[in-house]
T-cell receptor
Framework: EDQVTQSPEALRLQEGESSSLNCSYTVSGLRGLFWYRQDPGKGPEFLFTLYSAGEEKEKERLKATLTKKESFLHITAPKPEDSATYLCAVQADSKSTFGDGTTLTVKP | EPEVTQTPSHQVTQMGQEVILRCVPI?????FYWYRQILGQKVEFLVSFYNNEISEKSEIFDDQFSVERPDGSNFTLKIRSTKLEDSAMYFC???????????FGNGTRLTVT
């Protein structure tokens, strides 16, 4: 059975304080690893797709990396508007399996 | 930018009633999905749909649930006899191909009383 574990469960940062979120996974036949952002009451919003170990993607203050067992979402100099829940998901076959998410709070 | 739209945004129903949740996926996408999220819990896969048939379903997706693509644009989830534990946020998603990015709608909050 595919499993996704995210840590930490919650993260509180000061504005400008960089950090990383972790996503560990076990999956048979990984088709892709996805990072999403979810704001309260909204659907997950796509951030990145990673397909193979060693791959990296960047967007503004976010950078996602992938190894054979885990993925990191690095947040550089975060701002209060980066506060959200960040979800990691792995896709095998026809479905995506999500982790519990990391709720990030960035204080000004 | 094209988006997935879901209606209604909030549905309240009594236990035992049937509900239909509606979704309009992105027009050139081929794969369609339903996920649910119980308050405070993770996003859970329900069903995937391709080429007018179910390609995969989870244990949650029992005989009470069904999906349909009645025309070229809509994708529906029907729950025949709702239970209290069906209360959740239901998300529709679509993707252009298998293993490609899921694009989610903003969900329908289903409350069963």
């Amino acid at each position: 059975e595919d499993q996704v574990t995210q840590s930490p469960e919650a993260l509180r940062l000061q504005e400008g304080e960089s950090s990383s979120l972790n996503c560990s996974y076990t999956v048979s036949g990984l088709r892709g690893l996805f990072w999403y952002r979810q704001d309260p009451g909204k659907g997950p919003e796509f951030l990145f797709t990673l397909y193979s170990a060693g791959e990296e993607k960047e967007k503004e203050r976010l950078k996602a990396t992938l190894t054979k067992k885990e993925s990191f979402l690095h947040i550089t100099a975060p701002k209060p508007e980066d506060s959200a829940t960040y979800l990691c998901a792995v896709q095998a076959d026809s479905k995506s399996t999500f982790g519990d998410g990391t709720t990030l709070t960035v204080k000004p | 930018e094209p988006e997935v739209t879901q209606t209604p945004s909030h549905q309240v129903t009594q236990m035992g009633q049937e509900v239909i949740l509606r979704c309009v996926p992105i027009s050139n996408h081929l794969y369609f999905y339903w996920y649910r999220q119980i308050l405070g819990q993770k996003v859970e896969f329900l069903v995937s749909f391709y080429n007018n048939e179910i390609s995969e379903k989870s244990e949650i997706f029992d005989d009470q649930f069904s999906v349909e693509r009645p025309d070229g644009s809509n994708f529906t989830l029907k729950i025949r006899s709702t239970k209290l534990e069906d209360s959740a946020m239901y998300f529709c998603a679509s993707s252009p191909g298998q293993g490609m990015t899921l694009h989610f709608g903003n969900g329908t909050r289903l409350t069963v009383t």
